[in-house]
């Protein structure tokens, strides 16, 4: 699941996202010198990336925990560890989606298909999953004394 709803968006970025189409590279091999030399992505580069995930990944947690802390429902009981959860997990899945949206320079067909499937697959599952009714599953009893 994983794997198709995060990793899928990443891979057709990697494949589609193309400056130039490969005429314009075989006729001009050394626009991509400089990549090949690794001058675009140094130590300092990549050291901005993970302090760039490190931020996210604090708002992420932290702003939904922060919102939910003092919050009741109607029923007058906290919203618990689950929703707090489960919203922490959509606005990671949102906000991967925009970061990823926002480095694509070149939109085509398959990127959008997947961006939008991944989207609503997502968000199907996410509404099947919340509307299952606790111990549905589940046999026997889920602790013994």
């Known amino acids: 699941y994983q794997r198709r709803v995060h990793g899928v968006p ?17 006729k001009y091999p050394k626009i991509y010198s400089e990549v090949q030399s690794g001058k675009d992505f140094t130590p300092l580069v990549f050291i901005l990336w993970m302090l760039d995930s490190i931020w996210y990944s604090l708002v992420v947690y932290f702003v939904p925990n922060w919102i939910m802390d003092n919050t009741t429902r109607r029923d007058s009981l906290d919203h618990g560890m689950w929703m707090v959860s489960f919203t922490s997990f959509s606005a990671v899945h949102i906000v991967m989606h925009m ?8 939109w085509n067909i398959p990127t959008t298909i ?18 299952v009714k606790p111990g549905l599953f589940q046999t026997g009893p889920m602790y013994s004394a």
């Open 10 to 26: 990443i891979m057709a970025y990697s494949i589609w996202n193309k400056d130039l189409d490969s005429k314009t590279i075989l």
């Open 114 to 131: 997947i961006f939008i499937l991944s989207t609503l697959t997502y968000f199907i599952f996410a509404l099947g999953y919340t509307n």
């Open 99 to 106: 970061r990823l949206a926002l480095i694509t320079q070149t």
